[in-house]
């Protein structure tokens, strides 16, 4: 799927997986998945957050074919649907650093093999600026693995918020609304994945979600008008 516009800054890069039907040997996906990344544009600097399943690494890469630089790709959570394709986006963008949380840099650097020249890690609640735009990054432990962190974009009232809000859902629509078909399975995907956290996202959604968001886009699913 070509990129799609949320904002004029702000532009959806993913890959939806119609056709999968199991994720970790573990979890049905009835309706398939999607793996979201958000490309993000300042008036001096362009960043990425996330990347999709390696199983379709080419929808990013075709994506981006066109961008002629990155200056930083982020990466949230080292969950394989959304980090698995650093490696090639970073090979595509020699000159792009991978931002990540000082708990994920150990993760990067064994399991993606991630050349520590490339990372720069980020504190909680530290800014990077991209000129116009600011990216602040949000520790969010355990929603749901310990190395998580969400990203405020606050010129755009924008929240990209991993996998908290996610749902397993295919659909080539870029917003869910108020569609009972994603909400029931982002009501799943919480009962499923997300339930043995529940102290560590109560804390979350306390700390990061109670300004006035204009979004909430997850990194699987699709934006919901009232999540459940
Ligand atoms: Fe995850």
Partial sequence: ???????ERVQWVGAVD???RLFDDLVPLPEGTSYNAY???GSEQTALIDTVDPALQHNLLEALESLPRLDYLVCQHVEQDHSGTIPQVLARFPEATLLCSTKARPMVEEHLHVEPSRIRTVADGETVSLGDRTLQFIYAPWVHWPETMLTLLPEERILFTCDF???HFATSRLLAGNDPAVI???ARYYAEIMMPFA????TTSRSSTG???TSSP???GRSMTSPP
Avoid: C, E, F, Y
């Avoid at 102290?199 to 109560?202: F, H, L, V």
């Fill in 165 to 167: 809000l996610g749902s």
């Fill in 199 to 202: 102290p560590a996202i109560r």
């Fill in 18 to 20: 119609w056709n999968r």
């Fill in 1 to 7: 799927m070509p990129a799609r516009t949320i904002t």
């Fill in 39 to 41: 490309l993000v544009r």
């Fill in 184 to 186: 029931n399975a982002a």
């Fill in 211 to 213: 300004s006035s968001l």
């Fill in 218 to 220: 997850p990194a699987t």
